[in-house]
């Protein structure tokens, strides 16, 4: 049964920019509601409240629905999540497992139920909170390509259907050609071919998503973007939204406008990495963070640390734990290394740091479980980011000003990672852990140092344009709701 949650978050003060448009807004258009449907997962959802939060600075009502196993982990982690107030409000439904089942080891089957029974549990939980969606002014229904049944729940209900793509405008055009079968990316059977797209460098097999490789190992995922691009072909998808912003992927972007349109709307990322107000951010957390990493960042030497995190989900063989141990302590700069508590293991070694790593790093680095990263990669001790090369992490790089080292392992880590290297050149690929060390001395201190930092630099100024008042990312956004009002009132 769907169930309803109690979870809030605080409403942000509007900006000077923003209270002048929605002081102008008459009272009718205030009632308009928004439901966004994220996957419960801590960066699918803060991504998705960002974006809420740019709506409801616009006058929209907003509220954000996902799974009981997202309140679970809150409550778990955050006592702040169950008391605090808010204008976006969470809903909950059943994704068809116990709270106890592991979802992260049997993935494929926690899609596979989320798919089976999701769609009903939602659809009654959209019964129960608006009745009729229609006379509810229930304006639009957003969804992410994880949950790409949502598009049939909106059609069942009768509410337009809106698309937020939360990986680069890149990756959206490769997939959209892949399943379109607008290019021939057989040719890529053949490791030294190249594949040439519109918008994007020439792409080798290493710089492709795992999932339109002919080796793809991950079924249930790929099936999700398969059923994703299949209701865009069918235009169950009236807009596709995307965590980006044009200046950023302007050709790509560019590329698409005659084919499936994507919008920029981001950088969806805390307001502290656009020179905002810290307390406005609306993100929430499903890991408790160790405070001590910023104690200790404000100890070190500015632009001295090396920052080291490969994301919630990735937990590395001990092999590479110990290749980046290594390469930590012989570039000999203060670090900073995100590594999971053992109970994240499934493997003897897995993930967990060579024995007496610690110890002898004691006077050098700091390890933590989990850390505040907005906080950290703003922090001016920071020198660069070694990252698995996920989308919010790179777009959280970007707003920083930082470059970085991608150490890429799956889905769309490669082509992210091609991005970062022969696009927006604000980093480089580290081929191997073995050469870590190497790959931190050019970064800091090789012949393209410069280079990165001063195009780090400027991408982090153009994308807090592109968030302001008039700005690529803002007329977006104003474009969208001005469609959805448009829609209601015709």
Same mark, same amino acid.
């Given at each position: 049964?769907?169930?309803?949650? $109690?979870?809030? !978050? ?24 928004? +439901? ?7 960066? /699918? ?79 009654? +939980? ?60 057989? #040719? ?11 918008? +994007? ?14 080796? $793809? ?17 069918? $235009? ?40 905002? *107000?810290?307390?406005? *951010? ?11 990493? #910023?104690?200790? +960042? ?24 110990? $290749? ?32 007496? !790593? ?29 990252? /698995? ?102």
């Amino acid at each position: 049964m769907a169930m309803e949650g $109690n979870v809030r !978050f605080l409403k942000r003060k509007p900006t000077k920019t923003e209270n002048a448009p929605t002081a102008l807004m008459d009272e009718t258009q205030k009632q308009h509601h928004v +439901l966004m449907v994220a996957f419960a997962s801590q960066g /699918h959802m803060n991504t998705m409240l960002r974006l809420g939060m740019k709506l409801f600075s616009k006058g929209i009502n907003v509220k954000l629905a996902t799974t009981e196993i997202a309140r679970h982990r809150m409550l778990r982690y955050s006592s702040a999540a169950a008391d605090s107030a808010s204008g976006i409000e969470l809903l909950y439904y059943s994704d068809g497992l116990s709270i106890d089942f592991d979802r992260r080891t049997h993935l494929d089957c926690y899609m596979e139920s989320l798919a089976k029974f999701g769609p009903a549990n939602l659809s009654n +939980l959209i019964k129960q909170r608006y009745g009729n969606p229609g006379s509810a002014n229930l304006l639009c229904i957003i969804a992410n390509p994880f949950v790409p049944w949502v598009a049939n729940v909106a059609a069942e209900h009768g509410v337009p259907c809106a698309l937020l793509w939360i990986q680069p405008c890149a990756l959206y055009g490769i997939y959209y050609r892949f399943y379109n079968k607008l290019n021939s990316f057989q #040719i890529l059977t053949c490791p030294e071919m190249r594949l040439e797209l519109p918008g +994007l460098p020439l792409l080798g097999m290493q710089d492709l998503p795992s999932f339109v490789l002919p080796n $793809n190992p991950f079924g249930s995922v790929e099936k999700l973007l398969y059923e994703a691009f299949l209701a865009l072909s069918m $235009n169950k998808f009236k807009w596709v939204l995307a965590n980006s912003f044009y200046e950023l992927e302007r050709d790509v972007v560019d590329s698409m406008s005659e084919l499936c349109p994507i919008r920029p709307v981001g950088p969806l990322v805390p307001p502290l990495m656009l020179g905002q *107000d810290r307390e406005d *951010d609306v993100g929430i957390e499903m890991w408790r963070s160790d405070e001590r990493c #910023i104690e200790w +960042l404000d100890r070190q030497r500015q632009s001295s640390v090396i920052y080291v995190s490969f994301g919630s989900i990735l937990v590395l063989p001990a092999e590479l734990m110990e $290749n980046i141990a290594t390469g930590l302590m012989n570039a000999r700069h203060p670090f900073l290394w995100v590594v999971k508590p053992p109970e994240w293991s499934t493997k003897d070694g897995e993930g967990q740091l060579p024995l007496g !790593f610690q110890e002898e790093t004691k006077e050098q680095g700091l390890v933590v479980p989990w850390c505040p990263q907005p906080r950290v990669l703003s922090h001016p001790a920071i020198a660069c980011f070694v990252t /698995h090369c996920r989308w919010n992490s790179i777009l959280e790089t970007v707003c920083s000003g930082m470059p970085l080292i991608a150490y890429l392992q799956w889905t769309d880590q490669p082509a992210n990672a091609k991005l970062i290297e022969d696009v927006f050149k604000t980093g480089v690929r580290l081929r191997s852990a073995r050469e870590l060390d190497e790959c931190i001395e050019d970064i800091l201190a090789g012949p393209r140092s410069e280079e990165f930092r001063n195009n780090a630099v400027a991408l982090k100024e153009v994308a807090r344009k592109a968030v302001g008042h008039g700005g690529s990312s803002d007329r977006n956004v104003q474009l969208f709701v001005d469609e959805l009002t448009e829609n209601a009132s015709g």
